[in-house]
């Protein structure tokens, strides 16, 4: 039976019944703003998800109410087809928090065709969720698209290095997350990439040099080498 097509005050309305104080208080300790959060677990936004069919208008009412898990959830009833990059642009202006930004770009931004020209134009913009978005897309298209060559990964390289100086906490541990999944995603691009890792640990940029180490210690450990089959 097909689902129903249900409206977004429909939706917030399930989201608000399934709200949690506690939750809500945990969220701040893990740096996510609660101003506007319900207190709404991932897998409960999920299931409210699978309650409707994907609408555009849905998604669109969701984001424009404001809830910070309603927003989450308009990433999963969003029509791909139907989010444009202009929609993209008005979305990532609003992120103000790494799990909106993050889940956002995985159920949402990473297959779309206009995904590889927001990478290079978010990854160049000064704001640090639109900055964090390129390059959670990136660590999201390296798990998800399986059928990309090789080569489209090793283009971005320049791009993670150029933004390695970005000292800001949610740039640069989702500019190591992009780094570390290219890397594990075949035996051609892990040593790429574990190259540009050790170069970045050797900089005199503190923010680079973590990135570097962080990079480095994932993708030179022996659970990845041995997956890779580079042992």
């Known amino acids: ?24 208080e945990g969220m701040a300790r893990y740096g996510i703003p609660i101003e506007r959060a319900l207190g709404v677990s991932m897998p409960e936004t999920r299931a409210v998800a699978r309650l409707t069919r994907r609408s555009q208008e849905t998604a669109e009412g969701l984001w424009q109410s404001g809830f910070h898990e309603a927003r989450i959830l308009a990433g999963f009833v969003a029509e791909p087809a139907r989010t444009d990059r202009g929609t993209a642009d008005r979305w990532v202006a609003d992120f103000d928090a790494w799990d909106l930004c993050d889940q956002v ?3 949402l931004f990473c297959r779309a065709e206009w995904a590889p020209g927001a ?26 698209l399986k059928e990309a060559p090789d080569e489209t990964f090793l283009g971005y390289l320049p791009l993670i290095e150029n933004a390695a100086g970005d000292g800001r906490n949610y740039v640069k541990k989702a500019v190591s997350w992009a780094l570390r999944q ?3 995603r075949s035996a051609a691009l892990h040593g790429p990439a574990l190259e540009l890792a050790r170069k970045l640990s050797a900089t005199d940029s503190r923010a680079a040099a973590w990135i570097g180490r962080d990079a480095a210690r ?14």
Do not use: N
């Not at 129903?4 to 809500?24: F, H, I, N, V």
């Not at 990478?119 to 999201?140: H, K, P, Q, S």
């Not at 994932?218 to 042992?231: I, K, P």
């Open 1 to 24: 039976m097909a689902k129903p097509l249900l409206s977004s005050e429909t939706l917030l309305g399930e989201l608000k019944s399934r709200a949690d104080p506690r939750y809500r």
């Open 182 to 184: 290219i890397g594990k």
């Open 218 to 231: 994932e993708l030179d450990s022996a659970a990845v080498r041995d997956r890779l089959g580079l042992t």
């Open 105 to 107: 770009c995985g159920s």
């Open 119 to 144: 990478v290079c134009d978010w990854a160049g913009d000064e704001r640090e969720f639109v900055r964090r978005a390129a390059f959670a897309i990136l660590a999201w298209q390296a798990v998800h």
